[in-house]
């Protein structure tokens, strides 16, 4: 077959093993193919050499067949279950896909020309990768005996387009009402946790949030990978860096939590709490930095306060100050859901409530589901 022909001279063509990694590669394997076409003595139409080029292109330095589902701007997550089945995220539901990988073998190698280049390794060893794309996304790997079926690949990709309020409305997600009281509530520099599952809107909803910040205030947004995309006129970026293959130059959440405070900030948001960082953004708001912003796994206002509350008392802090900083330094929580539709929004808005005594923290309800609490 032509193509496969055209992918064995070009995985040989010195200037595609010469080449950097990135950007210089995909250009010379571009050059590389309209060579092996020429020497092959075929005559390819313009489109169907641009996509000679771009399946060359996946096998060689990309993450092989399911590299096209990564180029449709409706797939949201990519999901590998072993080489024979594929399956994707589209519009909140999931479908399984046609595509497939040769074996096992060949689910490696893809995840290997993608991680290698950022200095990670991924074989018995060291049988799990976290790894951030080229183009923001993230992804994430395990190898059996870890996964028994062959390799599991879980890609998450982020939309390039930032939703509207109007946009939220009209879809249902966020009502009018809704909208006003959170907008109000940025304003007011009110510190808001949004809740939700995988895939219910956060990170879209935080990203909103976002814009509602006053021009004159700086914002240090700290992401694990760069999934907002901020439109205040004065923010700063950080972002952790994972361990390389000597498990070594990790830079957490916690790090640069502690760093963002030496660097004037008026609001520190950070794109998901998910452990000891917790204290470090209780820190921050109780030494002036009202208007926090996060987001946590939880599916209701209440079973957020039990996680943040745990993940305090990982970071070191007793229950009885744990208890005390939370309720003194959180404000609201947002809650978001996505039924069997897909459909996603708010569900619940409520504020912590105050314990007047030694208790357990408790949410009050404010708003649920079009309605007034």
């Known amino acids: 077959m032509l193509i496969d022909r055209v992918r064995r001279r070009v995985a040989d063509d010195p200037a595609v093993v010469e080449a950097a990694d990135g950007a210089a590669r995909v250009a010379a394997i571009r050059s590389a193919v309209?060579?092996?076409?020429?020497?092959?003595?075929?005559?390819?139409?313009?489109?169907?050499?641009?996509?000679?080029?771009?399946?060359?292109?996946?096998?060689?330095?990309?993450?092989?067949?399911?590299?096209?589902?990564?180029?449709?701007?409706?797939?949201?997550?990519?999901?590998?279950?072993?080489?024979?089945?594929?399956?994707?995220?589209?519009?909140?539901?999931?479908?399984?896909?046609?595509?497939?990988?040769?074996?096992?073998?060949?689910?490696?190698?893809?995840?290997?020309?993608?991680?290698?280049?950022?200095?990670?390794?991924?074989?018995?060893?060291?049988?799990?990768?976290?790894?951030?794309?080229?183009?923001?996304?993230?992804?994430?790997?395990?190898l059996p005996p870890l996964a028994p079926t062959g390799p599991v690949v879980t890609i998450r990709r982020f939309s390039a387009v930032q939703a509207s309020w109007d946009a939220l409305a009209s879809a249902g997600a966020v009502p009018p009402e809704i909208t006003t009281l959170?907008?109000?509530?940025?304003?007011?520099?009110?510190?808001?946790?949004?809740?939700?599952?995988?895939?219910?809107?956060?990170?879209?909803?935080?990203?909103?949030?976002?814009?509602?910040?006053?021009?004159?205030?700086?914002?240090v947004v700290i992401e694990d990978a760069p999934e907002l995309r901020p439109r205040c006129a004065h923010v700063v970026r950080l972002e952790t860096r994972p361990p390389n293959a000597e498990v070594a130059g990790e830079v957490t959440i916690r790090d640069l939590v502690r760093q963002s405070l030496r660097m004037r900030p008026d609001r520190i948001v950070v794109g998901e709490v998910r452990g000891v960082e917790i204290v470090d953004v209780l820190q921050a708001l109780a030494t002036g930095h009202e208007g926090c912003m996060t987001t946590v796994h939880a599916r209701a206002a209440g079973e957020a306060l039990v996680r943040l509350e745990g993940m305090a008392l990982l970071g070191g802090l007793p229950l009885a100050a744990a208890r005390a900083q939370l309720e003194v330094g959180l404000d609201l929580f947002v809650v978001l859901s996505r039924g069997p539709d897909g459909q996603r929004g708010v569900v619940q808005v409520a504020e912590v409530a105050s314990r007047g005594g030694d208790g357990p923290l408790r949410a009050r309800e404010i708003w649920r589901r079009g309605r007034w609490s």
């Open 34 to 142: 309209a060579r092996a076409v020429r020497d092959e003595g075929a005559f390819l139409a313009p489109d169907a050499l641009a996509a000679a080029v771009r399946e060359v292109a996946d096998a060689l330095a990309g993450l092989g067949p399911v590299q096209p589902l990564l180029r449709d701007p409706a797939v949201t997550d990519v999901m590998v279950n072993g080489p024979g089945e594929v399956w994707v995220e589209r519009a909140g539901r999931l479908e399984r896909t046609e595509v497939q990988f040769a074996d096992a073998e060949a689910v490696r190698a893809a995840v290997m020309r993608v991680v290698g280049p950022l200095g990670l390794r991924f074989d018995r060893a060291h049988p799990f990768v976290d790894a951030r794309l080229a183009d923001g996304s993230r992804l994430h790997a395990l």
């Open 182 to 219: 959170l907008r109000a509530a940025v304003a007011d520099r009110r510190a808001i946790v949004i809740c939700g599952r995988t895939g219910t809107g956060k990170t879209t909803l935080l990203g909103l949030l976002l814009t509602e910040v006053p021009a004159s205030e700086r914002v």
